[in-house]
């Protein structure tokens, strides 16, 4: 996350080596689970903090897309509103699960000393349940496609074959996207419902 926020916004690179670094720095992440799991430490909070720095990653991309022009402006805030939708319905998750756990173990509120069992409990049950499904997790790629051909486009294959490629894989990324906020927002209603 550091080295794509330096990359886009710290370095004085033209805008074709900014993305050539970030679709590098993008595929690293494909190896962190990998590697988590090669390492026996797959299970922790590294699920939960891994797509929120992913999260991050793409907001920083937005944000040096929008401010180099190499997207229209539109289709930026369609994907920002998306990304936004699903960071919402994850925030609302998790807290009904702090909720859900603070009821099940029988506090009144979260103190200093209960704090620890609830919070585990809370971590146990949202690995569970709110792990990133396959679509979210194809949006993201396609997002990514999108960048590369964006960097083909300006640097290697100029035309309207990887032009088109990208607007697809872009258009791709959004119809993913909207599944995925459907289902997590399934999952936050029906987690709702077991607290009534």
Known sequence: MVLIFLTLFLTSWDNEAKLFWYFVLEITDAFDGRLAKWAGNDKGIGKIIDPTVDK????FLLLFLLDSKLLERWIIQVIFSGELVVLSIAVIGISLSIRRQRIKSGYASITKFNCREIFGKAKAEILKKWEIDIIGRAAMVLYTST??????????????I???LGIASCFAGVLA????????????????????
């Open 56 to 59: 991050f990653d793409k907001f």
């Open 147 to 160: 960048v590369a051909l964006i960097f083909l486009n300006i640097r290697l294959w100029k035309g309207d």
């Open 162 to 164: 990887p032009e088109v």
């Open 177 to 196: 996207r909207i599944v995925s906020i459907i289902i997590y927002g399934a999952n936050v209603y029906k987690a709702q419902k077991e607290l009534i």
